[in-house]
């Protein structure tokens, strides 16, 4: 039987660069009145998606978009309607056509992170079906958001 794991360190808000705050809602609620583990993919989807698709999804480029290759969620405390969170995220690292994510949601005025998360998107052409390489613009955009040694 191996031994129970840590506890993780507790996210500081100074780690992420890029931050989207949202309205927690009601339909998030899971049985025992807290907000449910999955609302929290759903607020990375919205970081990302804030983050990158205003470069992306430009005039000419509306068949790009980017594909979720792997996520992983640590819950860390509960959240509770209603509420505000802010969700912040950070460019770990940034590949030839993919891109690794790390986020963090914060219950508004607290500095206790809820939950964290850690993806890698790739960039896709919907008309090809494959992967691209990220574009130049978007690249640059992104690197504002760099944690130090990414890219």
């Known amino acids: 039987m191996s031994e129970p794991s840590a506890k993780p360190a507790q996210p500081q808000r ?3 660069h890029f931050w989207f705050d949202m309205k927690l809602r009601y339909a998030d609620l899971d049985p025992l009145g807290h907000v449910n583990n999955a609302a929290l993919p759903m607020l ?3 970081s990302r998606c804030d983050l990158i698709y205003p470069l992306l999804k430009t005039p000419g480029r509306e068949h790009l978009d980017i594909v979720i290759a792997r996520i992983t969620i640590v819950y860390l405390a509960e959240l509770n309607y209603p509420g505000i969170v802010d969700v912040g995220t950070s460019v770990s690292r940034i590949g030839t ?3 690794a994510l790390r986020h963090g949601v914060f219950p508004q005025g607290s500095d206790t992170c809820a ?3 850690e ?3 790739v960039f896709f052409d919907l008309k090809t079906r494959s992967s691209i390489e990220i574009p130049q ?3 640059t955009h992104l690197m504002r958001y760099a944690e130090p040694a990414a890219g």
């Open 14 to 16: 100074a780690s992420f």
């Open 44 to 46: 990375f989807e919205q």
């Open 97 to 99: 056509k993919s891109l």
């Open 115 to 117: 939950g964290t998360g």
């Open 119 to 121: 993806g890698v998107v």
């Open 137 to 139: 613009d978007v690249r």
